[in-house]
């Protein structure tokens, strides 16, 4: 049984409505044995720091006035959350704790932490309960009784056998965050935005599948989405740059959060308690995601020199001041930033070997992959002088270019800097292979095409590749002038060099369109896969591909959040496997498919009318370029074996060509042999369909050659391509000569199927056809 931890941030308490969302979240993603780890309602720690602050400057009206705000907030919470009998036990129990706060206060004997615990353990104690007003056995559990440190340490065997004893899989466990004991029972906390860390510590202890971080963001973003509507929700980040953007402060996720899960299987998530519908963010090992572009930004900080810092010294410093403190070292210095607020508490604990460089600093960091450091660095000066902002102080390492100004970065601000430092990396890298007959006309069209695509992401064609030559431009060819660039600057082609060069560019999104009719190409595809290549295929090789292969692809572009298009590969340009992909996500089922998937064999079997025979119009037919350079390939019928195999795929079916039976539309016998040899016997391939034509006209019947599929209730399936006798009304018999047509049957279009008729090959229309995969993948990039 899985067992995951769900984390709700104050964000998603901040009210009584909140309550009652997170409760529908608990109901419907929870089961007995789960924890729920909450925070503090909304700002109710920020308002319990300002308690603690008032109490040390002896305000006794401002003490006073916080506590009656604290009393409000919750009373409000419980009034609005519970009957009348429960209601009055939790507001007793409320007063009593405030009162014993009161009096801690005269008595001079408040402690900070004991007083910070009470958000938590408020939220712990109303969302059980009101999950157990719903009907849903749940439990508040103080986590203290769970979490002992020992010199700011945890107890990690110690934790973890509290929590086996304590957590069973009897409840759902309500969970404290944010608050720990030490060994003399004394309340510690794990720091500002420390529930997170409560979640992954707890998931570690009681060996959970997945943590899910619920907040008020649908994710993590390339910036904070509240201050940037352009902000980009990032589906997967890599724990490392995660790691680096919770050092620095950002507040989507506490600075330890992630090493809880070090080494370990358990999946960490970040998706919001507002939206529930919306994809979370995963935060990935290394490698399953490249990395991306952040900007965070600072506010209030001292830039704080310290002499010489000893390991964990950061640690215990931030543990003092409940807030991440982020350090470096530049020019052979140690520099700490701390929130000004808490400046003066830093440098009396390090007692003298500290001094301020530069106080009520602001400003921000860029977080990028570490080849773009440098420039990012330069183009955020630049921007920065553009806006009259001074810059302070500046640092860069290799992840990251810091910089602490004398002004605010307000939305306005931020917004620029993101849009060019950000939103520039919202590009997607197009490399063509395949220049041949369909692949020259989409690469014609491109010009247009890319145009158009470019008012809404930035779209550059970076590569062109021919089975000998390539022609490689990490900045964009040319589209206008590709011919001649093509002449100048293209060198020798080799796998190898392909795939190094993919893996060099510098773009947030990569797709490579194969409209080669290389197999051997297609076999690339996990190399392509792993350098982080959406994939959109004018070929069937790889999606006919031999079963364990392809569905080993599938869970590689899976794992990536990559996409696969190859609509052109059946019907061309005609949206067959757009329309299957709607019904199934629709909700609906496809039971049957029945059609002719090509036009060489849609041609010959509706023009056949017994005036000629059947070999001279297959002869007429190659003559116009309607069949590959040997008609008896149509004939094979392997080609529409490939296609409805793709579909039966395409409907969630898991069959090998092997699995389609074949039924070929000439005698076996004429297969094998030269072109010249079929030509002496081409009687025989006469004989053969007259004969079959017969048999049509005696039934009342047309001979066509189609591919059909019919799903079973069952989830079994039946498939054939071969000869079929249909009624002359029918849709297959009237089909326009060269045409293709799908027949869908579904649980929605049962009695009166679903048609879809046109052209089946060409080039411009297969050519269009790539360029509605690209432009679909673009719109899911954006
Ligand atoms: P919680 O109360 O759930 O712990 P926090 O307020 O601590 O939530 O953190 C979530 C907030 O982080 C968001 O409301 C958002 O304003 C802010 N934030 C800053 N940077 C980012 C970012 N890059 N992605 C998502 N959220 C961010
Ligand atoms: N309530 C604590 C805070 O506001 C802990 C948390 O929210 O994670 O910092
Ligand atoms: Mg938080």
């Known amino acids: 049984m899985t067992k995951v931890v769900h984390k709700f941030g104050g964000s998603s308490l901040s009210s009584a409505e909140r309550y009652q969302a997170v409760a529908q979240i608990v109901l419907s993603h929870c089961r007995a044995g789960d924890c729920v780890v909450v925070s503090a309602a909304g700002k109710t720690t920020n308002t319990l720091v300002k308690l603690w602050e008032s109490y040390q400057q002896d305000d006794s009206q401002g003490f006073s006035d916080i506590l009656l705000q604290v009393e409000n907030h919750q009373a409000e ?12 036990t939790l507001l007793e129990q409320l007063d009593l704790e405030l009162q014993r706060i009161t009096s801690h206060a005269k008595q001079d004997t408040l402690h900070e932490a004991t007083l910070l615990a009470h958000g938590e353990l408020w939220s712990a104690r109303l969302l059980a309960c009101y999950l157990s007003q719903l009907g849903f056995a749940a439990e508040h ?25 304590r957590l069973k899989d009897t409840s759902l466990y309500v969970v404290t965050g944010f608050i720990a004991s030490d060994v003399e029972k004394n309340t510690v906390t794990l720091g500002r935005n420390g529930s997170d860390y409560s979640a992954t510590l707890l998931a570690s202890y009681i060996d959970a599948d997945a943590v899910s971080i619920w907040t008020d963001t649908q994710g993590v973003f390339s910036t904070d989405p509240r201050k940037v509507a352009n902000a980009i929700k990032y589906p997967k980040v890599c724990r490392a740059q995660a790691h680096l953007l919770a050092r620095l402060g950002n507040p989507v996720l506490h600075a330890k959060t992630l090493s809880p899960l070090k080494h370990s299987k358990i999946k960490l998530q970040v998706r919001s308690s507002f939206d529930v519908e919306s994809p979370p963010t995963e935060i990935v090992k290394e490698g399953y995601s490249k990395a991306k572009r952040f900007i965070t930004t600072f506010e209030d900080l001292d830039l704080v020199r310290v002499d010489a810092i000893a390991p964990g010294e950061v640690g215990q410093l931030s543990q003092i001041i409940q807030h991440s403190i982020h350090h470096f070292s530049a020019q052979g210095e140690t520099f700490i930033l701390v929130p000004a607020q808490s400046t003066h508490r830093v440098l009396k604990a390090l007692s003298g070997r500290a001094n301020i460089v530069e106080s009520a600093l602001q400003g921000f960091a860029v977080v990028a992959p570490s080849a773009n450091i440098a420039q990012l660095q330069a183009q955020a000066a630049q921007l920065l002088h553009e806006q009259n902002i001074v810059v302070r102080f500046n640092h860069k390492d290799n992840e990251y270019a810091l910089f602490l100004t004398d002004q605010a970065i307000d939305s306005d601000v931020l917004a620029i800097l993101h849009d060019k430092l950000v939103n520039k990396g919202r590009e997607l890298a197009v490399v063509i292979a395949g220049l041949g007959n369909v692949g020259e006309v989409f690469v014609n069209q491109c010009q247009r095409q890319v145009a158009h695509l470019q008012q809404q992401f930035d779209v550059k064609v970076v590569a062109l590749l021919r089975s000998k030559k390539m022609l490689f431009s990490a900045n964009g060819i040319s589209l206008s002038a590709w011919q001649q660039q093509w002449q100048n600057e293209s060198v020798d082609y080799n796998n190898e060099d392909l795939i190094e060069r993919i893996g060099e560019l510098d773009y947030e999104h990569k797709v490579v369109i194969d409209i080669t009719a290389s197999e051997e190409f297609s076999k690339l595809y996990p190399q392509l896969v792993k350098q982080d290549c959406h994939l959109i295929s004018a070929n069937k090789y790889a999606g006919t591909a031999e079963s364990t292969w392809y569905q080993q692809l599938r869970e590689q572009l899976n794992e990536r959040s990559l996409h696969w298009r190859y609509n052109t590969s059946v019907g061309a340009g005609l949206p067959i496997n757009f329309a299957l992909a ?16 090509s036009g060489t064999l849609s041609w010959l079997c509706s023009s056949f009318d017994g005036s000629k025979p059947f070999s001279s119009l297959v ?23 490939r296609k409805l195999l793709i579909l039966a795929r395409d409907i969630g079916l898991t069959l090998d060509l092997a699995d389609i039976e074949l039924e070929p539309l000439m005698p076996d016998d004429l297969a094998q042999g030269s072109w010249d040899e079929f030509l002496a016997r081409k009687g025989e391939l006469d004989s053969f369909y007259e004969h079959l034509y017969q048999q049509g006209i005696t039934q009342d019947k047309v001979l066509r050659y189609t591919g059909s599929l019919q799903v079973f209730a069952s989830g079994k399936a039946k498939a054939k391509v071969g000869i079929a006798y249909v009624d002359k009304s029918s849709a297959i018999a009237n089909l326009t000569p060269g045409d293709n047509i799908f027949v869908i049957k579904s649980v929605w279009y049962e009695d009166n199927p679903l048609v879809l008729q046109g052209p089946g090959a060409g080039k411009e229309v297969t050519a269009a056809g790539v360029h509605s995969d690209l432009y679909w993948l673009v719109q899911r990039l954006k």
């Open 77 to 88: 919470l419980i009034r609005a959350l519970f009957e009348s009998q429960q209601q009055h």
């Open 141 to 165: 559990v103080d986590a203290r009784n769970l979490f002992t440190l020992h010199h700011g340490q945890l107890l990690h065997q110690q934790n973890k056998q509290a929590c086996m004893e």
């Open 582 to 597: 709607d019904l199934q996500h629709s909700g609906d089922k496809v039971t049957q498919i029945e059609g002719v998937f």
């Open 619 to 641: 002869l007429e037919a190659k003559d116009m370029g309607y069949t590959e350079p040997d008609p008896r390939e149509d004939l094979s019928g392997r080609d529409m074996q």
